[in-house]
C-alpha cells in the first residue's frame, strides 16, 4: 500500500487549506482512513478518522469544527479541508491507514500500520 500525502504549505493565521492523500496497492475503499500530525519535539498525534464509507467520522477536540476528513473512494483519495487555521496547528500531516479492515475509528498510530510520506503546514501569526 502506498500513501502519497499533498497540499501542504505556509499559510497565514485564520486561513484555509486542504490535505489529500492518494492511495494505492489495495482496494482503498474498504478501509479506515487517518490523518495524524508530528511537530518539532512532540509526539506524533491524532487528527481525525474516517470509516469506509465516510458515513462515520472522528475528530481530536483540538482541531473539532474546524477540520474536516472526507473521501472519494472513486478517485481513492481522502481529504482534509483545515479552516480558521491557527500557529499551533503547525506540523508535518501524515496520511495513514491501518493492516485490516476494522469496524472502529481507531486513534492512536499503534493502529496504523501504512503511512505516508508526510506534508508539511506552516501557519504564521
Known amino acids: 500500500v502506498q500513501l502519497q500525502a499533498s497540499g501542504g504549505g505556509l499559510v497565514q493565521a485564520g486561513g484555509p487549506l486542504r490535505l489529500s492523500c492518494a492511495a494505492s496497492?489495495?482496494?482503498?475503499?474498504?478501509?479506515?482512513m487517518g490523518w495524524f500530525r508530528q511537530a518539532p519535539g512532540k509526539e506524533r498525534e491524532f487528527v481525525a478518522a474516517i470509516s469506509w464509507s465516510g458515513g462515520a467520522t472522528i475528530y481530536a477536540d483540538s482541531v473539532k469544527g474546524r477540520f474536516t476528513i472526507s473521501r472519494d473512494n472513486a478517485k481513492n483519495t481522502v481529504y482534509l479541508q483545515m479552516n480558521s487555521l491557527k500557529p499551533e496547528d503547525t506540523a508535518v500531516y501524515y496520511c495513514?491507514?491501518?493492516?485490516?479492515?476494522?469496524?472502529?475509528?481507531?486513534?492512536?498510530?499503534?493502529?496504523?500500520?501504512?503511512w505516508g510520506q508526510g506534508t508539511q503546514v506552516t501557519v504564521s501569526s
Open positions: 495513514a491507514a491501518p493492516y485490516s479492515r476494522t469496524a472502529d475509528l481507531p486513534a492512536t498510530p499503534a493502529d496504523y500500520h501504512y
Open positions: 496497492g489495495r482496494t482503498f475503499s474498504y478501509y479506515v
